[in-house]
């Protein structure tokens, strides 16, 4: 069965950090492209961080860069999110998915939540302030 499982998540005070992990079981990231995404009630999804399997290359969005970190452990097929600086408006829902790695020819870019194989349920994270 392949499914994708965050943890990770919880309560912090703003200026802390937290790390996120999307474990892969059922299938490799090997040529696959994982993403982080945040969900808040009522707001657009946001896609805001991404690595990509095997080359390694990232990306972040200006919401995120200089305080999130993605890396993964591929003999451990999981992937991780350090957070850092939390501010409370980071506080989501946050989940990963797996999309097959695009043939960039171009900019190096994360793939939205519908150009991807897998997601999961996601972790709860709350920034107090």
Excluded: H
């Excluded at 892969?24 to 805001?48: L, M, T």
């Excluded at 991404?50 to 972040?60: H, L």
């Amino acid at each position: 069965e392949v499914q994708l499982v965050e943890s990770g998540g919880g309560l912090v005070q703003a200026g802390g950090s937290l790390r996120l992990s999307c474990a892969a079981s059922g299938f490799s990231f090997d040529n696959y492209v994982i993403v982080w995404f945040r969900q808040v009630p009522r707001r657009e999804r946001e896609g805001f961080a991404c690595i990509s399997s095997p080359d390694g290359n990232t990306y972040y969005t200006a919401s995120v860069k200089g305080r999130f970190t993605v890396s993964s452990d591929n003999a451990k097929n999981t992937v991780y999110l350090q957070m850092n600086s939390l501010r409370p408006e980071d506080t989501a829902l946050y989940f990963c998915a797996a999309a097959p790695r695009p043939d960039y020819r171009g900019s190096f870019y994360c793939p939205d939540l519908y150009e991807s194989d897998y997601s999961g349920q996601g972790t709860q994270v709350t920034v107090s302030s």
